[in-house]
């Protein structure tokens, strides 16, 4: 059977949808990618042979066949490890460069201002063993991830991955209630909107004195909201206080509240705790600190601002189910870092096929018209 052309027609579209400034062959030189040329001659070609093992859900084995087949080499599945082993930092650059254009294209025009959503997720190994964490970046306005890291074992959320620039809000789950990464997104000249559990920072009156958070929440009626000025004490010591606005809102009752109790019990068991009584008081209510300015973003626009959070959980479980991120076949880490990566530059390129076919992504279209209907302007 005759091999067809190493560079098919489908692969030089999907080649030309990536960033037109990037030399795949630099790249990979670069990184140590294409120390040797044998069989695999260009960065193209090692692009090619690991979207086929990560993007295309291929083994090893049915990875090397397929290289043979398409024309592209004749190798082994042990030197398709080989190549893919130490082609991770160069899949990373890639994925870098994507994402570097797509933050440049996706910039606000006029008085706008960007809301990036910040959130991790597990990727699990052979066995479902966890062994990876990928942070994620995402432009809430665009629908897309801007940016993405990627950290071996458990390692801990936080803003402090991320570079913020003036102006931008950094919106984040509980986990990313830490009083020094607020401080640095202050310090950059960007604000914040994160939800806080009851022991998560230590809110103190203007004076140093301790703010007696259960006190304020027994006086919220179910279903209402109230708003406090609080300041956070970044460290031990009783310095560099910095003032926020702690907006509560409390549940009306019922399943809610419950599930809420019973996700608080489960959780304590997996780490072999007791529930605090405070927790189960808690869990009756929503917290949210935030640097942003009351008359542009009043209590009821910041509750809004803040649900939308649930679309950068949307966007994991399509990546997870849709794209495979739950079946990592790897052991070996750098294999693995390989194969996450070749699944991102998939993701990522078929993210901005999706947003060619509409002016944005078809379920996105009702919470933009939500975030267009808050003031955003700085």
Do not use: C
């Amino acid at each position: 059977m005759e091999a067809a052309p190493s560079d098919s027609p489908a692969f030089a579209a999907v080649a030309a949808r990536l960033p037109a400034s990037l030399d795949l062959d630099e790249l990979a030189r670069a990184h140590g990618a294409l120390v040797r040329r044998r069989q695999i001659r260009s960065g193209r070609d090692l692009l090619h042979l690991a979207l086929a093992y990560g993007g295309g859900a291929l083994s090893l084995r049915g990875t090397a066949a397929w290289a043979e087949v398409s024309g592209l080499a004749q190798l082994s599945d042990v030197a398709v490890l080989e190549r893919l082993r130490g082609s991770s930092e160069f899949l990373r650059a890639v994925v870098g460069a994507i994402l570097a254009e797509r933050r440049e294209a996706g910039l606000p025009r006029g008085p706008a201002r960007r809301v990036r959503i910040i959130d991790a997720t597990t990727i699990s190994g052979p066995g479902n063993k966890t062994e990876w964490r990928l942070h994620v970046d995402y432009d809430l306005a665009a629908q897309q991830m801007v940016g993405v890291e990627l950290s071996e074992g458990r390692a801990s959320e936080s803003f402090a991955r991320f570079h913020f620039e003036p102006g931008e809000i950094a919106l984040g789950d509980r986990i990313y209630a830490k009083a020094r990464d607020l401080l640095q997104i202050i310090a950059a000249g960007a604000d914040f909107l994160v939800r806080m559990g009851w022991n998560a920072l230590r809110l103190r009156h203007a004076d140093g004195s301790k703010f007696d958070l259960f006190a304020a929440l027994a006086r919220i009626a179910p279903g209402e909201q109230a708003e406090a000025t609080v300041w956070v004490q970044p460290g031990r010591a009783k310095r560099n206080l910095m003032p926020m606005r702690l907006v509560m809102a409390r549940h009306p009752g019922g399943p809610a509240v419950a599930r809420n109790r019973e996700r608080a019990r489960r959780q304590s068991a997996v780490h072999r705790k007791q529930t605090q009584p405070e927790t189960l008081v808690a869990a009756e209510y929503m917290m949210l600190v935030t640097s942003l300015d009351p008359a542009s973003f009043p209590t009821a626009d910041l509750i809004t601002l803040y649900r939308m959070r649930w679309q950068i959980e949307l966007l994991l479980k399509r990546r997870k189910s849709l794209m495979g991120f739950d079946a990592l076949p790897a052991k070996a880490p750098e294999l693995a870092r390989s194969w996450i990566y070749a699944k991102l530059i998939a993701a990522l390129l078929a993210e901005d096929l999706v947003s060619q076919v509409f002016d944005s992504p078809p379920s996105a279209r009702p919470q933009l018209q939500a975030a267009s209907a808050l003031d955003l302007a700085s």
